[in-house]
Nanobody, 124 residues
């Protein structure tokens, strides 16, 4: 089971730290991604970390503001989000890719194990 938490309400320019924890399996073994669904839009990728070597991918809007990392002691993947903007308001989801560890992508349809979302609201 995957669980995402850490969402909340912040003002523009603020920060939040999202965590994705796993129970029943070791998250470090898999690629893990953060995705979001902005109201009225399709789900989109935010950032992903690979199974093989912890290499990372960020979509353009996340570069320089968001950082993805593993906390293996807590069996978690963390998304540190700084300088949040109102357009970052969304439900954020974490997901694991449990098949083919040799392939690293950050496309949501390549991830097959999903947690529930956590809502992030950024006010201006």
């Amino acid at each position: 089971q995957l669980q995402a938490f850490g969402g909340g309400s912040v003002q523009s320019g603020g920060s939040l730290r999202l965590s994705c924890t796993a129970s029943g399996f070791t998250l470090d073994y898999y690629s893990v991604g953060w995705f979001r669904r902005v109201p009225g839009k399709d789900r989109e990728g935010v950032s992903c970390i690979s199974a093989a070597d912890d290499s990372t991918q960020y979509v353009d809007f996340a570069k320089g503001r968001f950082t993805i990392s593993r906390d293996n002691f807590k069996n978690a993947v963390v998304l540190q989000m700084n300088d949040l903007k109102p357009e970052d308001t969304a439900v954020y989801y974490c997901a694991a890719r449990t098949r083919d560890r040799t392939v690293f992508t950050c496309r949501d349809h390549d991830y097959d194990y999903w947690g529930q979302g956590t809502l992030v609201t950024v006010s201006s």
